[in-house]
């Protein structure tokens, strides 16, 4: 009964001393085992509530890194996706949900099923060893052994696109049969190297006409030149065409001289339009600094219409309206470029099966602070589905081989570097119309020029230097009734002669010479007689290298190849009053043969 009522021992009487004393010390044994029990137990009871409190700090602090590892995720435009063997997502950042919300989801399934099945073998670089297919995302993914350093990563062996967006899939097998999928868009991308690619394009376009301009240059001008020589000696003929030949004769030597003039005369025009294209030509393919210069826009329509005649001819009949009277600061080039794009777009727009419906309305005017430049067709405009994208980098409506879908995303690039606005107005059926809106510069001042008498000219002693020989002679019939003329074949020849004789009013000089350029010669010169130095009118059909085109900058006077006897003639008397001081109108000869 004790014992039930919670007694460690009991003795039964009568009692032995020696059983009281082991009772007593087994009691004393059980106590001090109890007592150790508890000390351990209160021990215990500590360690646990501390070693609680450390894992609920710790799981407050792993909670905190993994919403800040979240974030982060977050933060990130590339989708990040850990995707178990069933195609789930265990883990994604906020883009990799977006993302995985679409029909993607398929695709990076399979991608992440062909990265277990690919054993490692796929390289980083490398493609995918079995393609994967579209909407064939398979139920379960293989088990897949082997540690995390031995596997390798699987990218998509075809561009993933969605919504108009290309992306790029690269896949990492990780432990436990999960793969971690990484997506990136590469749209921008893209489209950034397309457009380098047809920069790249456009400039060597530009550097091949260059070249093809400079080609034409210098035996177009030698040729206008004799054209024009030709046709003062036809007038000298006709003049001393005297009373006494016979009337029949004479008429029929009148007759004949009369084709030949108009001969000359429509070989000359030949010429000028020549003249002009290439000018023209070498205006839009040369790269000047947009912050340096200023254009006019209606020099800059005139140049790329004159470019489009023959594609625009064959499509449909192009009205001007130009009116603007301001100047934008940016190259002819880039401003050409603005220009051919939207002239082409409209006429690409319009149906070559009426050509003799089909219009084209290109209009100039200032508005406030701005200059407006407008291409109007009568198409069947833009619909408005469309719209949106006419803008966007490789969209186009135009059959494969007729469009690349960069016309318009480059203009717009240009416009807007330029600080303007391009938009556009369209309507079903009645055609579209593109506006750009330029910051414009100080109003041209419109002068009608006086009609002046044909100059009289003092005769002057002029060194022609050329590396083309019939243009040395073209020189001598353009300028020997006007000025005496020495000519030199070369850089070489030039200074053979001028160190015999240095008294020339003005040397005449090719820039771009085999053996001894323009530019050393000018240099040499300058050492030997620096009077000279201000004497030179460098003549040109274009300056391709840096040290050419700085050498230009310079306050050196230049005249473009081809060039008319005119043109010739005014800026040698420009440059001696220049240099005289005196004014060039005090002449004493007239021209022989002057156009």
Known sequence: KGLELGADDFIVQPVSNQELVARIKAALRVKALSDEVQHYNVELETKVRERTHTAEHLADELRAERDNLRETFDVFDEALLLLDAQGRVLVANAAGQRLYATPLAKDLAALAAETLLSTGKASLSGPVKAPIRRGAAPSSMPDHTGTPADLSAVISDHPLSHGGRIFVGRAYPV?????????????????????????????????LAAGVAHEINNPAAFVLGNIEALAAQI??????????????????????????????????????????????????????????????????????????????????TVEKDLRAARLVRTSTARLGQVFLNLIINAAQALDEAEVKRNRILVRTYDSGDDVVFEVSDNGPGIAPELLPRIFDSFFTTKPPGVGTGLGLPISQGIVRALGGEITVETQLGRGATFRVRLPAQAPVRSEVPAVEAAPLYRRRRVLCVDDEALLLKAYRRMLAD??????????????????????????????????????????????????????????????????????????????????????????????????????????????????
């Open 482 to 595: 006007v000025h005496e003329v020495v000519t030199a074949l070369g850089g070489k020849d030039a200074l053979l002669i001028l160190q015999k004789q240095h008294d020339f009013d003005l040397i005449l000089c090719d820039l771009q010479m085999p053996e001894m350029s323009g530019m050393e010669l000018y240099s040499a010169v300058k050492a030997m007689h620096p009077e000279l130095g201000d004497r030179f009118v460098f003549v040109t059909g274009g300056a391709f290298s840096a040290e050419a085109k700085r050498f230009l900058e310079q306050a050196v006077t230049c005249l473009s190849k081809p060039f008319r006897i005119e043109e010739l003639l005014a800026i040698i008397e420009k440059k001696i009053a220049e240099r005289t001081g005196l004014p060039s109108d005090l002449t004493a000869q007239k021209p022989g043969h002057s156009a």
């Open 235 to 316: 007038r000298q003929v006709e003049r001393r065409l005297g009373t006494g030949v016979d009337p029949a004769a004479r008429a029929d030597l009148e007759a004949m001289i009369f084709e030949v003039t108009t001969i000359l005369q429509e070989s000359k025009e030949g010429m000028a339009r020549i003249q002009r294209i290439v000018r023209d030509l070498s205006a839009f393919s040369h790269v000047d600094d947009d912050t340096q210069c200023v254009t006019a826009v209606n020099a800059g329509v005139e140049s790329t219409l004159s470019l489009l005649r023959n594609e625009l001819r064959h499509r449909a």
């Open 175 to 207: 432990s436990g049969r999960r793969v971690l999928v990484y997506v990136r868009d590469v749209t921008a991308e893209r489209d950034g190297e397309m457009q380098r690619l047809q920069a790249e394009k456009l400039a060597s376009i530009g550097m």
